[in-house]
């Protein structure tokens, strides 16, 4: 597995992102795939989970209703569309391929990690 993300940027408060994360070796459809997030002078923390078909999802609090995780695996991708973004959502989002099929909340779960993708929310 080797995790690629991508699609980070600068947008206002209330726009939209897709953040994508594509496995080059692509090998990851058998795993479960989350996206972490961390914002300067804080701790990395969890955002979203999907588990290796897609049909089981798990969300922070914060992210719930606003943010949707998503995958195809034919394309060795998962997503994340992150709408009505608030200043607070900025942060670096890095992807993680978990050891197993189903993705947890702890970032123990996970073995392989992305490089990161900024998000810069303004207000």
């Known amino acids: 597995v080797q995790l690629q993300a991508s699609g980070g940027g600068l947008v206002q408060a209330g726009g939209s992102l897709r953040l994508s994360c594509a496995d080059s070796k692509r090998t990851f459809s058998n795993n479960g795939v989350g996206w972490f997030r961390q914002a300067p002078g804080k701790e990395r923390e969890f955002v979203a989970a999907?588990?290796?078909?897609?049909?089981?999802?798990t969300y922070t609090d914060s992210v719930r209703g606003r943010f949707t995780i998503s995958r195809d695996n034919t394309k060795n991708t998962v997503y994340l569309q992150m709408d009505s973004l608030k200043p607070e959502d900025t942060a670096v989002y890095y992807c993680?391929?978990?050891?197993?099929?189903?993705?947890?909340?702890?970032?123990?779960?996970?073995?392989?990690w992305g490089q990161g993708t900024l998000v810069t929310v303004s207000s």
């Open positions: 999907i588990n290796w078909r897609g049909g089981d999802t």
């Open positions: 993680a391929a978990a050891r197993s099929s189903f993705a947890g909340t702890s970032s123990a779960s996970y073995r392989y």
